[in-house]
């Protein structure tokens, strides 16, 4: 089955203890990217790689790093979590350069 | 000019009725508007999506309403069943400078269709 798969789905954490959360998917897609979701907000993009060893910025990407050394793996890292990065995280693929978007289902994170 | 507005925020509909949901944008640049829809405990799923070029789109009981002289689109949920309560988001896509396809997206509108 295709898809995106996100681990943990659940976290909750304490400020400025370093976690990471994975994203993987079996699509062979070349792009993949991070959101978070916070109320009224929308999604904002934190990071995203077009393809193996190269990542950009998103529109919000102070306090996440990525990585992106196998076409399928594109974990983000909270180096020094906060509260105000308590937020859904999202991780999406796609095929091709497309407005297509295949998300996780998604990884709830809370830091106190 | 990269904003897209949605509105609205939140919406209430009995079983039957069509809810209606708005976005504006600014950029004539944009060339691809996709409606995306979100379960609760999900992520986000494409539903259905409408080039510049047609006014109008339907696939189903869905259905995007364009109009490029006002540079706004909608969705149009016919006869809704309390299985479309879910969170929607409209998004404009245009290519970027980089050469990567952007996606921006509305801020979302969560509806519940009562039965």
């Known amino acids: 089955e295709a898809q995106v798969t996100q681990n943990p789905r659940y976290l909750i954490t304490v400020t400025g203890k370093k976690l990471t959360v994975t994203c993987s998917q079996n699509?062979?897609?070349?792009?993949m990217s991070w959101y978070r979701q916070d109320p009224g907000l929308g999604l904002r993009q934190i990071y995203y790689?077009?393809?193996?060893?190269?990542?950009d910025k998103g529109d919000v990407p102070e306090g996440y790093k990525v990585s992106r050394k196998e076409k399928r793996n594109f974990p983000l890292i909270l180096e020094s979590p906060s509260p105000n990065q308590t937020s859904l995280y999202f991780c999406?693929?796609?095929?091709?350069?497309?407005?297509?978007?295949?998300f996780g289902e998604g990884s709830r994170l809370t830091v106190l | 000019q990269q904003q897209v507005k949605q509105s609205p925020q939140s919406l209430i509909v009995q079983k039957g009725g069509i809810p209606i949901i708005n976005c504006a944008y600014e950029n004539t640049a944009f060339d691809y508007f996709p409606w995306y829809q979100q379960f609760p405990g999900k992520g986000p799923a494409l539903l259905i999506a409408i080039r510049p070029d047609v006014s109008e789109k339907k696939e189903g009981r869905f259905t995007i309403s364009f109009n490029k002289s006002a540079k706004q689109f909608s969705l149009h949920i016919m006869d809704s069943q309390p299985g479309d309560s879910a969170t929607y988001f409209c998004a404009a896509g245009v290519l970027g400078m980089d050469s990567n396809y952007q996606l921006i997206w509305g801020a979302g509108t969560k509806l519940i269709i009562k039965p």
């Open positions: 790689s077009m393809n193996v060893e190269v990542t």
């Open positions: 699509m062979n897609h070349e792009y």
């Open positions: 999406a693929s796609r095929p091709g350069n497309t407005g297509e978007l295949f």
